[in-house]
């Protein structure tokens, strides 16, 4: 499983392929549809499609002359029961938590020993 994780992460770690799923939520789409909103090649659009084909987050097959993309919405299953595993935990607030910092740090000297308590 660890394996099948770190190539999804990969795939979707590129900003290009998570706008390419983002588009085929809508629909299938022709390849060439795809790489239309891209400013680069044809060829590098295939090369993102690759990657996520290879992922399973896609499928894409020939209609006639043209070739389709399709999200594969199952092979984020693993992905998604994973991260799942994290929600136990509350969120951090990062500022509030800057602010109890300065509170409780506020009026104490800067070498304080840490293990005074």
Do not use: Y
């Not at 044809?42 to 990657?51: M, R």
């Not at 290879?54 to 499928?59: K, N, Q, S």
């Not at 969120?91 to 509030?96: K, S």
Request: aromatic residues 6%.
């Amino acid at each position: 499983m660890s394996s099948e994780l770190d190539t999804v992460f990969a795939a979707l770690a590129d900003p290009t392929r998570r706008a390419i799923l983002t588009m085929l939520l809508e629909d299938d789409m022709a390849v060439t549809d795809v790489a239309e909103p891209f400013e680069m090649s044809l060829a590098a659009i295939s090369k993102h499609l690759t990657i996520l084909t290879r992922a399973g987050l896609i499928a894409q097959e020939k209609r006639g002359r043209v070739k389709w993309c399709k999200l594969q919405p199952d092979a984020m299953r693993a992905t998604s029961v994973w991260m799942q595993g994290f929600g136990q935990f509350e969120p951090v607030n990062l500022d509030a938590f800057e602010r109890f910092l300065a509170s409780e740090l506020d009026g104490q000297p800067e070498t304080a020993d840490i293990t005074e308590a």
